[in-house]
């Protein structure tokens, strides 16, 4: 008997069927995502990303950030809404992050291991660029204790001419720069920088995904 008809219509089906689970389901329901907007204040939520997002986030992406960070909060259990979670309660989100939070993102750094905090709401937990320069360039003076590697080939010393520069990094001891000497952010640092300040993901509010409260 020739089976051939019967395994050419097997296979097809198959990566038919496969295409239509994972690439047509997901695009119709989630693909053509838009900003929610409020009524009255005409507000977007999320909001749009600023200019420099995409260089940031290629500099995020880059230095491996996102094999210890993850940037996606969890709620708490779905099957009992408004009970919260353990992301709730660390401080990392007022909510649970959803679909539409990444919808202006090119590529999401979800992540998948979590050696340090997740970093969806790192610009409203920590808006000081000082302290974000201080942390790459010393992490384990700024957290002791910290693991995170330092981020130093991301500045750059160089003798003071002059007058100190204005971006120059406020450093604490050890890691002072010798008298004369000053560390300045490279460009890749500002976007980096600007790209932390900008995750505020679960700040504002969409509909599908209400505030939660942090377990008691
Ligand atoms: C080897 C793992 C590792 C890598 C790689 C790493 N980090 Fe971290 N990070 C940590 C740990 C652990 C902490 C917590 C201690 C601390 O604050 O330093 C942390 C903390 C942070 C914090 C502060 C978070 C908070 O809630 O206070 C920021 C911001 C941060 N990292 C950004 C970055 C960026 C940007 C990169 C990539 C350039 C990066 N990290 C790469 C491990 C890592």
Redesign the pocket.
């Known amino acids: 008997m020739n089976r051939m008809p019967v395994i050419i219509v097997g296979a097809f089906l198959a990566f038919f069927l496969s295409w239509v689970g994972l690439v047509a389901t997901p695009y119709a329901q989630i693909g053509r995502a838009k900003p929610d907007i409020d009524d009255i204040t005409k507000d977007q939520s999320p909001p749009p990303l600023p200019g420099t997002s995409i260089q940031g986030s290629a500099v ?1 992406a880059s ?3 996102v ?3 993850s940037q996606q909060v969890r709620g708490g259990n779905s099957s009992d809404i408004g009970s919260g979670g353990a992301d709730l309660e660390r401080g990392w989100g007022a909510r649970r992050t959803v679909a539409r939070d990444y919808m202006h993102d090119r590529m999401a750094y979800f992540g998948a291991v979590r ?3 997740d ?1 969806s709401n ?1 610009g409203a ?2 808006p000081s660029v000082d302290w ?1 320069y201080q ?2 360039y010393q ?1 384990a003076v ?2 002791p204790g ?4 330092p ?1 130093r080939f991301l500045f750059e010393k160089r003798r003071i001419a002059g007058q100190p520069s204005a971006d120059a990094v406020k450093l604490l001891p050890p890691d002072l720069p010798e008298p004369g000497w000053e560390v300045v952010p490279t460009n890749e640092a500002k976007l ?1 920088v600007e790209y ?1 300040l900008s995750l505020k993901r679960s700040t504002y509010p969409l509909p599908e995904a209400p505030e939660e409260k942090p377990p008691q």
């Open positions: 995020f230095n491996g950030c094999y210890c960070h050696n340090g905090p970093l790192i937990r920590q974000h942390h790459l992490p700024v957290s910290s693991i995170m590697p981020f980096l932390l």
